[in-house]
């Protein structure tokens, strides 16, 4: 059974008990879907992960808990009629202010866009639970059951303590040290940090778009001819879009989430987890090839020297001042342009027996920080996918759009 006090990253992503942080990943299907089966899918899919069977007891507000709860009721399924095309980022929209504080309710929920002939599928999370990697495995898994719903899912061990992440060293007298030593240095940090009066609103949108295959390859394979990773060409792409569109106020730097299991491999693929590690890229004078070619060996080098299990431990001491650094993120502007989450070739399958899994879309995600600029990116049948997502109080639609065309533009030109 689940009783464990959030991670420190885990309550950064939960904020509190009144404010919606929730991740929503769409598939587009076609061909009809049996009520019966979903419902038979989610309730092998929440016995599988002890975290959908959690709630979070909030009772202590400084120390937020997990707790498993043996008589949980399933994960809901809302069923909407679908009417458009555009229906599913509507409802993705809606779901982004969804809070999951209902007493015996787990913290996922489904939405069915149904029509006679065509579907979408939304997974709704908050994002204190999962990553990218998380809802994909998801998705995946509920795709893999609707399609035979006799498959077995095997279940795991959720752990209990970031202590079975770390070597033994990590409770010596030493490292206690170290930790009073950093948190001493946090707290100085933010005693001289200030926080503004400005905070985000609302007013979230997110703008979707997804290139044709022959765009795709035609990225894809001007990457591999100029030795850089499509990933580092994109965050230069859209680093220097802002540049060009937003001049001297921008920033030059994108904000680039890793995938912990790279480096933890006790955290499996199918595993629920919320953990993302970061590393901070920057432009600089030069070609759109020349800043790739430098972005590429800047995120190789850094994430060289990443010490993951590290950072986990660090985070672990800095529980007494999670709630400054919350303040500061919903108040601050940032040093940054941009987050951009690049998830790559999703792992699902893309041939099933009694359906046809149109597309996937990016997930969307709505952060409640002063600075909510984020880039998803992801890549289904050889179709990049991109959701840009920011607040107009913070970046105007029409600038948004502005930087999505340009950045378009880039990306179709010869390097």
């Not at 309710?105 to 579907?119: F, G, M, N, Y």
């Not at 060293?169 to 503004?196: D, M, T, W």
């Not at 060409?233 to 569109?245: G, N, T």
Request: net charge positive; aromatic share 8%; with cysteine.
């Amino acid at each position: 059974m689940i009783k464990r006090k959030l991670l420190m990253v885990e309550r950064i992503m939960y904020v509190d008990s009144t404010t919606p942080l929730n991740a929503v990943f769409t598939a587009k299907i076609k061909g009809e879907l049996s009520e019966a089966q979903i419902h038979t899918a989610l309730v092998k899919i929440q016995k599988k992960h002890a975290l959908l069977r959690a709630t979070i007891d909030n009772s202590n507000e400084k120390q937020p808990l997990f707790v498993e709860q043996k008589n949980i009721d399933s994960i809901p399924l809302r069923i909407i009629e679908r009417k458009t095309d555009q229906d599913w980022l509507t409802e993705s929209e809606k779901e982004w202010y969804r809070l999951f504080v209902e007493k015996n309710k787990p913290l996922a929920q489904l939405v069915w866009l149904k029509s006679d002939c065509v579907s979408e599928i939304l997974w709704v999370m908050p994002h204190c639970i999962c990553d990218g990697t998380t809802i994909a495995n998801l998705m995946r898994e509920f795709l893999c059951l609707l399609d035979d719903p006799s498959l077995s899912l095997e279940t795991y061990k959720p752990y209990q303590s970031i202590h079975e992440f770390l070597p033994v060293e990590y409770s010596s007298k030493n490292k206690k040290f170290k930790a009073e030593f950093y948190l001493g240095l946090a707290r100085l940090f933010f005693l001289i940090k200030r926080c503004s009066k400005k905070k985000a609103s609302d007013a979230n949108y997110a703008l979707h778009w997804k290139l044709d295959l022959q765009t795709t390859n035609q990225i894809i394979k001007k990457c591999k001819t100029n030795g850089i990773s499509v990933h580092t060409f994109i965050c230069a792409v859209f680093m220097q879009a802002f540049q060009q569109i937003q001049g001297k106020s921008a920033k030059g730097k994108v904000i680039s989430p890793v995938d912990i299991r790279h480096f933890i491999p006790e955290i499996k693929e199918d595993h629920v987890f919320a953990f993302a590690p970061t590393v901070e890229l920057t432009l600089k004078s030069g070609s759109l090839l020349e800043n790739a070619k430098r972005i590429k060996q800047d995120l190789l080098h850094k994430i060289n020297k990443m010490n993951v299990r590290e950072l986990l431990w660090v985070g672990e001491q800095m529980h007494p001042i999670v709630q400054k650094m919350i303040a500061i993120l919903r108040s601050a502007p940032g040093g940054h342009d941009i987050t951009l989450s690049n998830m790559g070739k999703l792992n699902i399958p893309d041939n099933f027996k009694n359906f046809e899994l149109e597309t996937l879309y990016s997930p969307t995600v709505a952060f409640p920080w002063l600075n909510p600029n984020t880039l998803i990116v992801s890549t289904f049948k050889n179709q990049m996918d991109f959701i840009l997502m920011s607040n107009a109080d913070f970046l105007t639609k029409d600038q948004a759009i502005a930087i999505k065309d340009q950045a378009t533009q880039l990306l179709n030109e010869p390097l």
